[in-house]
């Protein structure tokens, strides 16, 4: 890479990280807590937040931001789940970015929001490098995809807080080892917390959401802190 | 994106085109056919590539450089497969570049080859805009992805020659219509050749070897041609 196009990348995500950290302020001070949700085309990151919005609705008031690259499909079906949704069409663009996000929230009702979900566009590689304001990152990952994609693919494994592998009720008809793809995953990052599930038959989506809510207690408590 | 980033974008984009154009024309002139793989992680790129290998290296020189945003595992299970095999780590970078191929191409021999088989990062967004070179493109995406990703993800279908769905070994246990998906795929590219295949039970897979045979026939006649 060029001396110049580094120094403009540097620009760029460093211009990212002060629109992260504003929306960052504005979401703990208004007492939600976001989570950024990155994985692969296909791993189930809609699926699997339409299961989490249903089993957490009546508990929390959620909200979604849910980029693509092309299409509104993901936030049409989220909208299904009566929950609010904002939609961020990149138009090719391989990763969300906060300026998209910042934008989004303009939208959205945060003191009549909980937990915030964004769910980011496809793709392992990219959304890792990009600071959105969230609270945490999660990382998903389906057991089709293979144990090695977390020796593979660091970045994301590396930053996130929690790792979910998804689609579990596939494993009968795979040669994949769950041990292996999780040692793998730990192996980049020993701080993950790992969640096996299945959107299809509600394997592990229990642990999962009580988990979820436990982290917005905790962000309540800090919120709550911060305000005094 | 500002203006100064898309200077410097479109310059990075026309210098890598113009290496690409060479690396195709060094291709051409020695009569390799080279086919650039795109998929997100995990669609099966590297357990294609071992299944094709395996059929067609009796009737074929063959010769693959694979791509990885870290480790050499690709390369390494292709290597068993007794083909000359070029690792490229990427060290985080989500595609790769023509640069990078054209390296690969000075350690590989040309004269001594007839199909050589990129497999780019696992990425369904940012390498369908990168030429390397390549003869055309082809496109994977298993079962498990669900069938909306090529109105989701819709470059990397659009120049693609052809489509392979892969893991078609899971339909029975996948909500998944292949009418759809493939419906979806020539909505966005009415010229694909599409390819069913499970490398697991073998299915699609001749077909797929055929198609790639005849393209390596005919390349071989243009770059007859082209030599005379």
């Known amino acids: 890479m060029s001396a110049e196009r580094l120094d403009v990348k540097k620009n760029v995500l460093s211009a990212n990280d002060l629109l992260a950290a504003e929306s960052r302020q504005r979401l703990i001070g208004q007492g939600v807590f976001a989570v ?9 990151k ?3 937040l339409e299961r989490t919005i249903d089993m957490m609705k009546p508990d929390l008031r959620l909200a979604v931001v849910a980029g693509d ?3 509104r499909r993901d ?3 989220l909208e299904q789940h009566g929950v609010p949704v904002e939609a961020i069409e990149t138009g090719g663009g391989c990763h969300l970015d906060a300026r998209q996000v910042a934008r989004s929230l303009e939208s959205l009702r945060l003191d009549a929001m909980d937990l915030l979900f964004i769910e980011n566009v496809g793709n ?7 600071d959105l304001g969230e609270s945490l990152k999660v990382v998903l990952m389906s057991v089709t995809e293979g144990e090695d994609k977390p020796l593979k693919y660091p970045a ?6 929690a790792f979910v592998l998804t ?9 994949f080892s769950t041990e292996a793809a999780i040692g ?19 394997e592990g989506l229990g642990a999962w959401a009580g988990w979820l809510s436990d982290q917005v207690s905790r962000c309540k408590r800090s919120g709550a802190g911060a305000g005094t």
Not at 124 to 130: E, K
Not at 167 to 175: C, I, R, Y
């Open 184 to 202: 793998n995953a730990k192996s980049v990052n020993p701080e993950l917390t790992v969640f096996s599930t299945s959107s299809f038959t509600g």
């Open 75 to 77: 936030a049409e079906r």
């Open 167 to 175: 689609k579990v009720d596939l494993l009968p008809h795979l040669e």
């Open 46 to 48: 809609t699926t699997l």
């Open 36 to 44: 950024n949700l990155i994985s692969s085309p296909g791993s189930g």
């Open 156 to 161: 994301a494994f590396r930053r996130a807080s």
């Open 69 to 71: 690259v092309q299409t």
């Open 124 to 130: 392992l590689v990219c959304p890792s490098s990009f």
